[in-house]
């Protein structure tokens, strides 16, 4: 039986792309599939039937500034993540996805990790709602937005608490013994993390003539930084800690200079705070295919988005985390917890003194390598697919 599917998506596009496996599953499988998504992020969803209705994450993050200016001190994260995730603006997404609804008629919502708004249309309709495994999902507990959810919910009309932020279920794809999910998050149906999430991508060919006698690093800070660094205008207050992406990539140009290594650096199109000139052996780019280019790294050094940790972990790749802002900062704790690499401080030195003890480090290759088995242990995406039709139709046949 086909089953219909909404995939509301907002974030970045590490969020649409942490959803675009699943979704492709499903229309795979011969389900009909729609993606409501802010314009920026459809690109992301090629091959797939994409309604750009929904508001950037922007939206939020912008209408957070005056709320925030209120504020006596630096704002808290138990303050911010309600207003992020939570705000009026979910209200007005609800408003949006309505007649993509009505002419639709979803089964089921398949939401990123922080998308709150396909939660509401859902609960609103009768439908079962899932969420697919992104960044700050894993750190979302149904306390730290119960009190938000109830007045989105007053404004619609309708009688819905934090206690249905995984009322149906959420996804992830790591084994329960190495989640990066906070306390209180809600258990997950786990699959096997896709080795290829887009499809088609090659290296640069001056890759596969680089040196195979030194060790290979590669070094990326994400697609959100990137992003808020390409609206941050400097003014008003900032959820979170301030963040300087020219400066991290600096930090990590000049710890990778005094590594004896092949090191590529995946800026996301920024540019590298002036410093030193970039060493022969440090080769700058924009963006690189990361999951292609873990299948031979013999490091990633990384800003700790969950993306990246669970492509790293799929690929058997050590890590080194050096974090920026939000859900980063628990991953950098509990990739060191795990065993699976090292944190490290903001500073040149301890990135080269982190990234060497790491390339060493029979323990943290062993663990990584059986974290990844048991990764590779977990059912594929496509089993997702069979297992969120028959939840939808079981759901409906209860109804």
């Known amino acids: 039986m086909q089953t219909r599917v909404l995939a509301t998506v907002t974030g970045s596009p590490s969020h649409a792309r942490a959803v675009l496996p699943f979704a492709r599953a499903l229309a ?9 998504c802010p314009e920026e992020l ?35 994260m138990a303050v911010v993540i309600p207003m992020l995730f939570a705000g009026p603006h979910v209200t007005e997404a609800v408003r949006l996805l309505r007649p993509v609804a009505e002419r639709f008629g979803p089964d089921l919502v398949l939401r990123d990790g922080t998308e709150l708004a396909g939660l509401l249309l859902a609960e609103e309709r009768g439908i079962p709602h899932v969420a697919a495994p992104s960044g700050g999902g894993q750190q979302l507990r149904p306390d730290a937005v119960d009190g938000a959810l109830r007045e989105r919910s007053r404004e619609l009309g309708l009688a819905v608490t934090g206690t249905a932020l995984h009322r149906h279920g959420r996804l992830d794809c790591f084994p329960p013994a190495w989640s990066f999910a906070a306390e209180g998050v809600a258990p997950a149906w786990s699959y096997r993390q896709d080795d290829e999430v887009a499809r088609g991508d090659v290296l640069p060919a001056w890759i596969g003539e ?35 992406p020219p400066r991290a990539l600096r930090t990590i140009v000049d710890g990778l200079a005094e590594l004896d290594c092949e090191a590529v650096v ?7 705070a002036e410093g030193a000139p970039v060493p022969p052996h440090v080769h700058v780019l924009d963006w690189v295919p990361q999951p292609l280019l873990l299948s031979c790294a013999d490091l990633l050094l990384t800003h700790g988005g969950y993306n990246s940790i669970r492509e790293t972990v799929r690929h058997g790749t050590p890590m080194v985390v050096l974090p920026q802002f939000g859900d980063q900062e628990g991953n950098a704790d509990r990739v060191a917890a795990l065993g699976l690499g090292r944190r490290c401080a903001p500073e040149a030195g301890d990135v080269t003194a982190a990234c060497a003890a790491v390339l060493h480090d029979a323990g943290v290759h062993a663990e990584i390598r059986r974290a990844q088995r048991a990764m590779l242990a ?5 089993v997702a697919a069979d297992d969120l039709a028959a939840l939808a139709q079981t759901h409906g046949c209860a109804a």
């Open 210 to 244: 680089l040196p195979a006698g030194r060790p290979l690093i590669l070094a990326a800070i994400g697609t959100a930084l990137p992003m808020m660094a390409s609206r941050d205008t400097g003014d008003g207050p900032r959820p979170g800690p301030p963040v300087d």
């Open 28 to 36: 795979a499988a011969g389900h009909e599939v729609v993606v409501a």
């Open 42 to 76: 459809a690109g992301v969803f090629d091959g797939l039937r994409v309604e750009a209705v929904m508001p950037p994450m922007s939206a939020a993050v912008a209408a957070l500034g005056p709320r925030l200016a209120e504020l006596e001190g630096p704002p808290e």
């Open 378 to 382: 977990l059912p594929p995406v496509a």
């Open 266 to 272: 995946a800026t996301g199109g920024l540019a590298i």
